[in-house]
Nanobody
Framework: QVQLVESGGGLVQSGGSLRLSCAAS???????????MGWYRQASGKQRELVAA???????NYADSVKSRFTISRDNAKKTVYLQMNSLKPEETAVYYC?????????WGQGTQVTVSS
């Protein structure tokens, strides 16, 4: 069973930066490397939405609202995926979730709270 654990959330002022990490366990590095990994967020009272993700082919997708400010990256040797978030806005306050998908497997982390104060 793959487990994903997010970290790096917290309170930041508008315009600030945070780097989220998602560490995977229960999977080898070689298998992790072919997982499509992504970050989603869910604000209070809203649906969960895609923030950024790697496709199965290894390219990246970003929500239009975060392009040029957020960067998703991964270190397969460490079985970790990152989300660098710059120029954060108050409306981006949400719980950020890590997701990993491979074939029929679909795993989620427990989420990490990001709060952006104005």
């Amino acid at each position: 069973q793959v487990q994903l654990v997010e970290s790096g959330g917290g309170l930041v002022q508008s315009g600030g930066s945070l780097r989220l990490s998602c560490a995977a366990s229960g999977v080898s590095g070689s298998i992790f490397s072919i997982y499509a990994m992504g970050w989603y967020r869910q604000a209070s009272g809203k649906q969960r939405e895609l923030v950024a993700a790697f496709t199965p082919g290894g390219s990246t997708n970003y929500a239009d609202s975060v392009k040029s400010r957020f960067t998703i990256s991964r270190d397969n040797a460490k079985k970790t995926v990152y989300l660098q978030m710059n120029s954060l806005k108050p409306e981006e306050t949400a719980v950020y979730y890590c997701n990993g998908r491979l074939l029929k497997n679909d795993y989620w982390g427990q989420g990490t709270q990001v709060t952006v104060s104005s």
